[in-house]
């Protein structure tokens, strides 16, 4: 009976140090926090730090799991009671170290738009018509491009769950002011290139249309011919409100409308939107200098 107290009490002090052993193991100087974040430079082999004023991707950490490998005691144990009974292992799922790696891929858009500041030098009155603007686009995500001031819905926010890291987009509507410098319109005569005093003989306005369609690349690489079957003169349409329009749409009725591309392997790779304009220079317009400006937004159409 001696002998066997002493084994015991041999095993009872075994197990006793685990625990502490356990305990000992130091928590990381830094817990919480973003990590700096690599991309592989193909040209030169290297792992290299991405840019943090660019901060194109991030990644973040946190939370921590402590377990403990043990022997235990045999449940039919009894104090003071018999027979002995050799103590089992945890079962391995008991102190499974568990890793969560979550994802939140979001909505991307690349832009791109060329010859977005154009001078017509006018010399006689005329109707006339060029290859005018290009945008370019690269998304992984339906796109909304919205002309000129107005009210549309864009997302505004992420909604975040810290228990479950379930994220959600929170959509909201977004107002662009209608002022002159946003709104899509007319050519509005500024002044006179020939006599600081003239005020011209109003309303002077040069008309404007647009139209605009999804190019390639041949478009895109093409900028100052025609390189669509451009609608006729005559044939001028309601704001279309989705696709792009199937003929000349006015100025100002383009003002609040919207053209939507939808999320395709072709938009992964890149998708080109081409605009001709319309300008009505008639003989009743005065010389002088013609202006206008207007606003395109883009954002993931909700």
Known sequence: MKKLLVALTVIV??????????????????????????EYDYMTGVWAPIDPIQRVVEMFTQGSQIEQYRWESDPAAQVCQGPYFPPEPERPETNNLLVKNYVHYFPWIDMHIVNNELVWDVFKPGDYMAKAFMLGLIANCPVLIHFGSGTFLAPTGFEFDPADKDGHIIIDEVAIADTPVNRTEDKNWQYSMLSKGSEGTPPDVIDVMWWW??????????PHYMTNAVPAKDNVVDSPHGPSPPGWVRAPDMNCDYTIIQDSEELHEGKYIIFYEDIN???CDSEGKYFDEFVITIVPDP
Request: aromatic share 10%.
């Open 13 to 38: 002090f075994a197990a006793g140090l685990a625990l502490p052993a356990a305990a000992d193991i130091p928590a990381p100087a830094i817990d919480d926090g973003y990590h700096e974040v690599y």
């Open 213 to 222: 369609i999804e190019g390639d690349i041949d478009d895109w690489n093409d």
């Open 281 to 283: 220079v008639e003989a």
